[in-house]
């Protein structure tokens, strides 16, 4: 009877304090709201296609970070759960009949979306970076994407080489600066 009474008090409590969370957000600035709460994938094996059922693959696909993306990308997205793609989703593309590939990892990805893209460029894939700006595709809605979409540059060797420079150029700042600041 004591342990039903004391486990009754923390679910109350708990609950109350749900609650009370719940009616601070209506308050609370949409900043706040994003810091407060975040949403983590789980612990899960990442070598699936999320998605697969609905995917055309005789028809373009992207590929974006996480799930919310693909839902607000909605045409043909694949979420790769992070910023790495898993193996099974690899082959399968590389088997499918897709010849177009659009790799829209977030702005702090860039060298990931490179290093993609350059697989499929070498499996004989037609591949787009998607530049995005600060923002997710989940967090900028499907009609600022899709602009995104519209001017993604294609990947060729040439594209392929001043990427990389680009991206060893940023670092290359990075660590000057890195250097220049312990001076």
Aim: with cysteine; glycine share 2%.
């Amino acid at each position: 009877d004591t342990e039903i009474k004391k486990l009754s008090k923390q679910f109350f409590k708990h609950f109350t304090d749900l609650v009370m969370e719940s009616v601070r957000t209506f308050s609370v600035s949409e900043k706040e709201i994003l810091k407060r709460y975040k949403y983590k994938n789980p612990e899960v094996s990442k070598d699936v296609i999320f998605f697969e059922n609905f995917i055309n693959w005789n028809a373009p696909i992207i590929l974006c970070e996480g799930v919310f993306d693909a839902m607000a990308i909605k045409r043909n997205a694949i979420p790769i759960l992070g910023k790495s793609i898993s193996t099974t989703l690899y082959k399968k593309i590389i088997t499918s009949s897709v010849k177009d590939i659009y790799v829209a990892l977030d702005s702090d990805a860039k060298s990931r979306a490179v290093e993609i893209g350059e697989q499929f460029l070498n499996q004989g894939k037609r591949v787009f970076i998607v530049n995005l700006p600060d923002k997710d595709p989940s967090e900028m809605g499907f009609e600022a994407f899709t602009k995104h979409i519209q001017t993604a540059e294609e990947l060729n060797i040439s594209s392929l080489m001043m990427h990389k420079l680009d991206l060893w150029l940023n670092k290359e700042q990075i660590s000057l600066r890195n250097t220049r600041t312990k001076d």
